[in-house]
């Protein structure tokens, strides 16, 4: 995967999930989301990719604690390369994702119209049994927040993936 990659155009939904930089949070959930689509069988029916809002991180691997608790779950994230997110990927985007309410901020302002605007959520929107909206930052913590991190991603993207999958079966069908 290269780190400059464009959403697939040809894939019927498309998903763009944004951290800070690209190297903890956002790479869980690419690896999480494509791994429950792919089970579901919509590989290359769904594209996801993630991306942060700052660009120190360009072009570098997610964070090693993020790989592991990756492969501790059974998740490949050692392909991952970080990108910063381009405001024009929204015309090829049909939901931009964020993990806390500072990314929301940022790519709202970016988004150019009220329709580029309403396809940021954040990602614990989707889960109904969460009590907080933010995803914490695992960057300056231990291998124990970021297995939590991972766990919380892994729920709320199920969950979002539940709501979207019949859209997506209706499209396919």
């Keep these: 995967m290269s780190f400059d990659r464009l959403p697939d155009e040809s894939a019927l939904f498309r998903i763009c999930f944004v951290c800070t930089g690209n190297i ?6 690419e690896s999480i989301f494509r791994d ?10 769904i594209s996801v990719m993630s991306a942060g809002t700052g660009d120190w991180h360009v072009g570098e691997r997610s964070d090693e604690r993020t790989i592991s608790a990756l492969s501790q779950h059974g ?15 929204f015309d090829r985007l049909d939901l931009v ?9 940022i790519l709202k302002a970016w988004a150019s119209n009220p329709a580029d605007r309403s396809k940021v959520h954040l990602l614990l929107s989707f889960d109904p049994e969460q009590q907080q909206l933010d995803v914490p930052d695992p960057y300056y913590s231990d291998a124990a927040l970021f297995d939590s991190v991972l766990r919380m ?14 859209a997506v079966r209706r499209g396919v069908s």
């Design 24 to 29: 903890c949070r956002s790479p869980m959930a």
């Design 36 to 45: 429950i689509a792919t089970r579901a069988g919509y590989d290359g029916v």
């Design 75 to 89: 998740f490949d994230g050692t392909s991952h390369r970080a990108r910063q997110f381009e405001p024009d990927w």
């Design 97 to 105: 994702v964020a993990f806390d309410r500072s990314h929301e901020r």
């Design 153 to 166: 991603i892994h729920q709320a993207s199920a969950a979002l993936f539940r709501q979207i999958e019949p």
